[in-house]
């Protein structure tokens, strides 16, 4: 703040001493001023840049260190029968484990999701819908590992200790999908215009049937948009699938019987072995094969994560110009 | 009047809504009935049984040290991480062009989409010999600072290096939120700020900020949550130890508790898997405080602010 010192009443006193006086210090006020601003703005501006680093960084060292072994038999194989430095090994099996169990957990918290959404926006008053709504908020926060821990808890009551399979990963996965899509169904659904709604309900339509072929078909488009950035940010999760499918280098498609490699534990699994030393010159031995093993799923695990993320985005654009009244 | 239809869909979607609530009944449920056995183990028990657990000591005397440096990393994730945000969310939202803002947001939210365990490759093989000389730099000048006491380990699998990859990682859900709340701030008194003659940077600190305060705090105990259950990254950058220290730039002193989970989890026996477990309830009554306050702050607001 600029405080002046207050001028007595009556004509102001305008000799050029004292213009030259209050200028000087106007502008010395002004020039802290000025200069404080400028320093706030450049940190502003830093702050930005800075953040721009670790992305720039992350996408160009996956990108420059996995595309060496990223080609289509790197896709197509397993892990079956390769040890030590042998230049073979693939992801196929941890990208089959992947689809099928996110696939899962998607089968699992999509109808549970939509369906708490559609109880919030349509039907939820009082109590309960505050409270679930709290709770969906509070169960975004609920740390992925201790996801993983409940759902093992959960089968090994029934199955007993020790296990592992598909299914159970899924679970916990579903714990951590059911509040995002939760979230995201119900922004969507409440952007239905409610004009449509009574304008549905005014025709006698009965109240499901105007949720069912009015509301939900207008917020179609919004709400595999936000399906998709759901599947987006479960497929990285790592720690509850290593928890609760465990780890195995073979192709296992059957989610309810043994264990499965993931994409994600395929990549801890790479890192976690580290160097390998290479002894015998006369085979074939690359001491950093399982680092560029890890390199390249890992590229492999952010293309799709990448993929789903811009086909979410295409969605919305494709659909939008007809939900945008 | 709504028919037999009607009722079947809305006790349908009634109880979808309760499923979420018995969902998050049964997390604890299930916790508590498999670490039982680990809770009730009659002392001397759990050291006998389990090769990993350090002799002689309780259950709460093991998870003590873990629950610290799970506390420890996401503190100073926090520190790191909140000036950066907050000047970030400012940049989007009364910086930045109007038209960029959306794509910048975008920029900012494309971090949130890698996948932790890339973080954790990324932090382990790239950064970590990257941050050697910073880490020796800041021992030999800083060192009379018992946090940065040196000498810095080489190579820096400390727990500094990992709270440095853990800002990165909460710092799009802090800046989301911040740059919701900044938004939000009433124009009129911007645009008052402004006509009265204060700089942009004033405008900000008058209207802007004060506005904003309890989303900032808010944003803050979130990213704090999402810090405390971060697991991979780590996993894969910290050299583990099991002591309260506040040895920043030392290999073997803190170790958290969801890097400790996954790391004994696979080779566990029962008691050791009913240990693990309960260290990981006391990671969720953490996390569940933390997330409910924040949560709380955050419908607080909604409710008593008047700019809309």
């Known amino acids: ?325 | 009047m709504e028919g037999f239809a009607g009722r079947a869909f809305r006790w349908t979607a009634t109880g979808a809504g309760a499923l979420i609530l018995a969902v998050l009944a049964a997390v604890a449920v299930f916790l508590i009935i498999r670490a039982w056995p680990a809770m009730s183990a009659r002392s001397g028990e759990l050291s006998e049984k389990i090769n990993w657990f350090p002799e002689g000591q309780s259950l709460l005397q093991f998870i003590g040290p873990l629950v610290w440096g799970t506390l420890l990393a996401a503190a100073i994730a926090l520190i790191i991480s909140m000036p950066l945000s907050v000047g970030i969310a400012l940049f989007i939202s009364h910086y930045a062009p109007r038209r960029l803002a959306n794509t910048l947001g975008y920029v900012i939210d494309l971090l949130a989409a890698i996948p932790s365990v890339v973080y954790g490759l990324w932090g382990g093989l790239w950064l970590i010999p990257k941050l050697q000389p910073a880490w020796a730099w800041l021992a030999d000048n800083f060192g009379w600072f018992p946090p940065f006491a040196g000498p810095a380990s080489d190579p820096p699998r400390v727990i500094l290096s990992v709270s440095l990859v853990l800002a990165v990682m909460i710092l799009p859900i802090i800046t989301a939120v911040c740059r919701e709340v900044f938004l939000q701030a009433p124009v009129l008194h911007e645009e008052a700020a402004l006509a009265l003659g204060a700089t942009r940077w004033e405008m900000v600190r008058m209207a802007v900020l004060p506005f904003g305060r309890p989303g900032i705090i808010s944003a803050a105990m979130l990213g704090l949550g999402r810090a405390l259950g971060e697991t991979m990254a780590v996993l894969m950058i910290l050299s583990p130890g099991a002591l309260y220290s506040l040895a920043l730039l030392k290999v073997g002193q803190q170790q958290t508790i969801a890097a400790n989970i996954a790391l004994q989890f696979p080779e566990a026996d029962p008691l050791g898997v009913s240990t693990l477990i309960a260290t990981g309830l006391a990671l969720f009554v953490i996390t569940l405080v933390v997330n409910m306050a924040a949560r709380a702050i955050v419908a607080r607001r909604k409710d008593f602010s008047g700019a809309n």
């Open chain 1, 1 to 325: 703040m600029t405080t002046l010192t207050p001028t007595p009443a009556g004509p102001p006193d305008l000799t050029p001493d004292s213009t030259a006086d209050t200028r000087a210090l106007l502008a010395g006020m002004d020039t802290r001023r000025r200069v404080t601003d400028k320093v706030m703005t450049g940190l502003v501006v830093a702050s930005f840049v800075i953040a721009l680093i670790p992305l720039i960084s992350v996408s160009w060292t996956v990108l420059s260190n996995g595309l060496d072994r990223f080609n289509l038999n790197f896709l197509s194989v397993s892990m079956r029968g390769v040890f030590g430095g042998m230049d073979a090994g693939g992801i196929y099996h941890a990208i089959m484990g992947t689809l099928e169990i996110t696939a899962l957990a998607a089968l699992i918290s999509v109808p549970i999701g939509l369906l708490a959404a559609i109880y919030l926006v349509e039907y939820g008053r009082g109590a309960l819908a505050h409270t679930v709504t709290f709770f969906v908020d509070v169960m975004t926060g609920i740390p992925s590992v201790v996801a993983g821990l409940f759902a093992y808890a959960l089968f090994a009551v029934v199955f007993g200790p020790g296990v592992r399979f598909g299914v159970v990963g899924a679970v916990a996965l579903s714990v951590l999908m059911i509040p995002v899509v939760v979230r995201s169904c119900e922004e969507m659904l409440r952007l239905v215009p409610n004009e449509l709604r009574e304008a549905a309900l005014a025709l006698g339509v009965p109240k499901w049937l105007t949720v069912v072929k009015v509301v939900l078909r207008t917020a179609i488009a919004g709400i595999g948009t936000g399906i998709m950035l759901a599947v987006a940010r479960v497929i990285g999760e790592t720690a509850p699938l290593l928890i609760t499918v465990g780890v195995i280098d073979s192709i296992n498609f059957n989610v309810f019987d043994g264990r499965m490699m993931t994409l994600p534990v395929y990549v801890y699994r790479q890192y976690s072995q580290g160097l390998v030393p290479c002894n015998d010159p006369a085979a074939i031995c690359i001491p950093t094969i399982n680092y560029d093993r890890a390199w390249a799923a890992a590229l492999t695990l952010i293309l799709i994560v990448m993929l789903l993320n811009l086909a979410a985005r295409l969605l919305t654009r494709v659909f939008a110009p007809k939900t945008a009244r």
